[in-house]
């Protein structure tokens, strides 16, 4: 099958009303969508990404006004975020309705729902006449893409259309937000930071397993470069040939290491430029033909430091 790698909304929307599998942009990464209502479209999504049939997905509402049609119950704490976050790079998990079919839930009693704020993906559901299934559109365990051709260099002949929209705004994947014990719980952080969520419905609970099979996102090795990676533990540098080294770091340069072998995602210090840069910085480093070790420091703990310390620590290994 050819990757073709285009704008065109129409044709995308063509594809998936027919059951295929079309990649898509948002502001966080880009997804790998199929029709969420479709059984034999979704199962493609796991066969393409190589992905445990127990790691649900991620259902895409062009608004969240429709998310009466696939949830039984919307508590306030979660109408209160949708109307701040959404549009936006927020998820909320709620009890579901049975037409959502049970392979985009691995056959859990509720589903995860995002209204994603990019303005092509927007457009694109609000032709389709069903919402879209899709996590990020890369192999299962493997660090999520953020521009088309980051899409391309992975699913190239499995898939038959990439939508390209630019390179994602926001460079993480969204946060996702649950109900445990009639409370709100933050599942997986990412694009709205624990700050703006505590600014809208108080104290939460963070329940970010790293070991519960249903949320795999969250299992310890995912995000994962095939490159050794170190995560807060700069002390072992010296155990390696200066020369392999590489680091990911904030804003500043580590002391010791040339210059040309270090990653600043934000020179600025600014916590946002570092997430949009950070998957990018990650594949890059990735891709060096020699054998290499990485040490990625540790992120300010706030804003959006929570999530790219979340994905390095993820990704060391
Ligand atoms: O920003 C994003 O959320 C991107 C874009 C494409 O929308 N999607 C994304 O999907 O990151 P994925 O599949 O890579 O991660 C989705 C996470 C998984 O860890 C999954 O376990 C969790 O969402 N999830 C999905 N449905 C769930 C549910 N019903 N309960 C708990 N966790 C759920
Ligand atoms: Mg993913």
Redesign the pocket.
């Known amino acids: 099958m050819l990757t073709q790698l285009g704008q065109d909304i129409s044709l995308a929307a063509e594809l998936l009303t027919a059951g295929e599998l079309v990649a898509?942009p948002?502001e966080?990464?880009?997804?790998?969508a199929a029709n969420a209502l479709d059984p034999d479209a979704v199962v493609k999504i796991f066969e393409v990404k190589n992905?445990p049939r127990f790691?649900?997905?991620?259902v895409?509402l062009v608004d969240f006004a429709d998310a009466w049609k696939y949830a039984a119950a919307i508590p306030d704490w979660a109408q209160k975020l949708a109307s701040r976050f959404m549009p936006g790079?927020l998820?909320i998990?709620l009890p579901?309705l049975g037409i959502i079919p049970d392979i985009v839930?691995?056959g859990?009693g509720?589903?995860?729902l995002?209204v994603?704020s990019h303005s092509m993906t927007h457009e694109l559901l609000s032709q389709l006449k069903f919402p879209l299934a899709?996590?990020?559109?890369n192999p299962f365990g493997y660090v999520?893409p953020v521009t088309a051709q980051h899409v391309l260099d992975q699913l190239n002949e499995k898939i038959p259309y990439i939508l390209d929209g630019g390179p994602a705004s926001i460079g993480?994947?969204?946060t996702?937000v649950?109900e445990s014990n009639g409370k709100p719980v933050i599942?997986?952080y990412?694009?709205v930071s624990l700050e703006e969520i505590h600014g809208v419905i108080g104290e939460v609970d963070i329940m970010l397993s790293s070991s519960d099979p249903?949320?795999?996102?969250?299992l310890e090795s995912h995000y994962a470069p095939k490159q050794k990676l170190f995560f807060d533990s700069d002390f072992f540098i010296d155990e390696y040939d200066l020369d392999s080294v590489r680091t990911i770091r904030f804003s500043t340069h580590l002391e010791g290491v040339p210059y040309e072998q270090q990653r600043i995602l934000s020179p600025a210090g600014d916590l946002a430029e570092a997430a949009r840069n950070l998957f990018s910085a990650m594949r890059e480093l990735d891709g060096e033909e020699s054998a290499i070790v990485i040490f990625a420091e540790r992120f300010p703990d706030e804003g959006l430091g929570r999530a790219i310390n979340d994905r390095l620590q993820r990704a060391a290994k």
Request: aromatic residues 2%; glycine residues 12%; positive net charge.
């Open positions: 898509i948002t966080t990464v880009y997804g790998l992905r790691d649900p997905l991620i895409h790079p998820t998990v579901k839930t691995s859990l509720t589903v995860a995002r994603p899709a996590p990020s559109a999520s993480v994947e969204s996702i649950g599942m997986r990412g694009g249903l949320a795999p996102g969250q």
